[in-house]
């Protein structure tokens, strides 16, 4: 089995756990796939689908059985995944109203970001708290976001954190930049440009009502440089796809 990249764009893809991979077959026990394959796509034995172990690798796959709960291929090829950005952009993303934030992890999973961070902030509205169903529904949104745009891999979610917490992790892990109204900071451009092109990149945004100035100084302190968009006020939603659309035509990915 080959490595190329010959996927037909028009083959439909789905993302698997790397344990449904067995040799040279694909078994795969799941009631919703088996019914979206067999009822709303009207696949069958013989219609060639890619399925994706979501850790960086594909394989077109030949169906052999479609029902009951179950799926069933031989591999006829297997490949890397492509459409991956060679920087890890993560998101920390101030708490929003639900319909703007799975707006957000949708079109950021488009884009490329890497791992998303809901941040609960002074100013959101959300008090953070997370139910099962909650996540699942976010989750789903990533995934099939991430189908849709050939991604190769699932960008992760992470539970909500602290603003403090969000600091420090995101400053622990390479350059990281403030979206900020405020004056007196530097154009994102201009600090990307400085950089030496980084593995990985932080940017932390906040809610509708914005970061309060405490915020700003919590993040100055810990190293953790604050940038502006220009003179047009963003929405919560809109600033850190911006910015990451920056980002990633900055160092290579969006050319």
């Given at each position: 089995?080959?490595k190329?990249?010959t996927?037909r764009s028009?083959?439909?893809?789905?993302?698997?756990p790397?344990?449904c991979?067995?040799?040279?077959?694909?078994e795969?026990d799941?009631?919703d796939?088996?019914?979206q394959?067999a009822?709303?796509l009207?696949?069958?034995?013989?219609d060639r689908?890619v399925?994706?172990?979501g850790?960086?690798?594909q394989?077109i796959?030949?169906?052999?059985?479609v029902?009951k709960?179950?799926?069933?291929?031989q591999?006829?090829?297997?490949?890397?995944?492509g459409?991956?950005p060679?920087?890890?952009l993560t998101l920390?993303?101030?708490?929003m109203?639900a319909?703007?934030f799975e707006?957000?992890?949708?079109k950021g999973t488009e884009?490329?970001?890497?791992?998303f961070?809901?941040v609960l902030?002074e100013r959101?509205?959300?008090?953070?708290?997370?139910g099962?169903?909650?996540?699942a529904r976010?989750?789903?949104?990533?995934r099939e976001a991430?189908?849709?745009?050939?991604?190769?891999?699932i960008?992760?979610?992470e539970?909500?954190?602290g603003?403090?917490?969000a600091?420090?992790?995101a400053?622990?892990?390479?350059p990281?930049?403030?979206?900020?109204?405020?004056?007196?900071?530097?154009?994102?451009?201009a600090v990307?440009?400085a950089?030496?092109?980084p593995v990985?990149l932080?940017l932390?945004s906040?809610?509708?009502g914005?970061?309060s100035?405490?915020?700003?100084?919590?993040?100055q302190?810990?190293g953790?440089?604050?940038?502006?968009l220009?003179p047009?006020?963003l929405?919560?939603e809109t600033?850190p796809?911006?910015?990451?659309?920056?980002?990633l035509?900055?160092?290579?990915d969006m050319e």
């Open positions: 089995m080959s190329r990249q996927t028009n083959t439909y893809r789905f993302f698997v790397p344990t991979f067995r040799g040279d077959r694909v795969i799941d009631p796939l088996a019914r394959l009822v709303v009207r696949l069958g034995v013989g689908v399925f994706l172990d850790i960086g690798n394989s796959v030949v169906l052999t059985e029902g709960g179950r799926v069933r291929g591999i006829e090829q297997q490949e890397l995944a459409a991956e060679h920087l890890a920390y993303i101030g708490l109203r319909e703007r707006w957000l992890l949708q884009l490329g970001v890497a791992a961070v809901p902030c959101s509205v959300s008090d953070g708290a997370v099962a169903a909650k996540l976010w989750q789903r949104i990533i991430a189908e849709q745009c050939r991604r190769g891999r960008p992760q979610l539970l909500p954190i603003f403090d917490q600091c420090a992790g400053i622990a892990n390479g990281a930049l403030l979206l900020w109204e405020g004056q007196g900071v530097q154009a994102i451009g990307l440009r950089l030496t092109a990985g932080s932390l906040g809610p509708e914005g970061l100035d405490a915020e700003y100084s919590q993040a302190a810990h953790i440089v604050a940038v502006t220009g047009r006020t929405r919560a600033a796809l911006a910015a990451a659309a920056i980002a035509y900055q160092f290579g």
